[in-house]
């Protein structure tokens, strides 16, 4: 069961950072956090993960607060082309992934 | 570097029939998934094989099986199939250094389109 809530869209002017909201009010110590986003129809495609610190990748930031119970992504400067799913999970040991239903980005012209 | 390949990319089957589904995973990657997509819905995990074995399974008949080569790459079968298994199936790779350490990346194909008539 997915062990992560997100808002089920979201729209973000073009230019504009996108904040995308994640609730893990249940995650263990021992999980991480991944963001995967889909765009319509392709495969997930990976973005960043992290533990407990804040991190930063060519694509995006993740910050994640101190008592691990939620994390937002960070897109800096959104374009068309981040228009996606995203998907918030908690993995634990093991690589299965439990997947909820994302939330849908809309990046406006 | 090849990411994670599928084959077919798309295929129309009829009720009934049997399906079989292809992964090559990312190079030094040992550790292949699959996952069932049904349309609107979050990817669903169905098994995970490793050392040609199946270590994990998710919730799914046994209409669904598996094999994984001495080369790492997967097969996913489907038996009998029905309307409700039309779907994008995507196969994941990862190396299997990180089974007991879940900071590694895990990376996905781009999916088959199964359809079911």
């Known amino acids: 069961d997915a062990k992560t809530t997100q808002p089920p869209s979201m729209d973000c002017a073009e230019g504009r950072a996108a904040n995308l909201p994640c609730n893990h009010s249940?995650?263990?110590?021992?999980?991480?956090v991944y963001w995967y986003r889909q765009i319509h129809s392709q495969g997930p495609q990976y973005i960043i993960h992290?533990?407990?610190n804040n991190e930063t990748n060519e694509m995006a930031s993740l910050i994640i607060t101190e008592d691990r119970k939620s994390s937002t992504l960070i897109l800096p400067h959104a374009t068309l082309r981040d228009t996606a799913v995203y998907y918030c999970i908690v993995r634990a040991t093991g690589n299965q992934f439990y997947f909820g239903t994302g939330t849908s980005l809309t990046v406006i012209p | 570097d090849a990411g994670v390949t599928q084959s077919p990319t798309h295929l129309i089957k009829t009720r009934g029939q049997q399906v079989t589904l292809r992964c090559s995973p990312k190079s030094g990657h040992d550790t292949v998934s699959w996952y069932q997509q049904a349309l609107g819905q979050g990817p669903q995990f169905i098994f995970q094989y490793y050392e040609e074995e199946e270590r994990q399974r998710g919730n799914f008949p046994d209409r669904f099986s598996g094999h994984q080569f001495p080369n790492y790459s997967s097969e996913l079968n489907v038996n009998a199939l029905l309307l409700g298994d039309s779907a994008l199936y995507l196969c994941?790779?990862?190396?299997?250094?990180?089974?007991?350490?879940?900071?590694?990346?895990?990376?996905f194909g781009e999916g088959s389109w199964l359809t079911v008539v």
């Open positions: 994941a790779s990862s190396p299997d250094r990180g089974y007991q350490l879940s900071g590694n990346t895990i990376y």
């Open positions: 992290g533990l407990k």
């Open positions: 249940t995650i263990s110590g021992n999980e991480y």
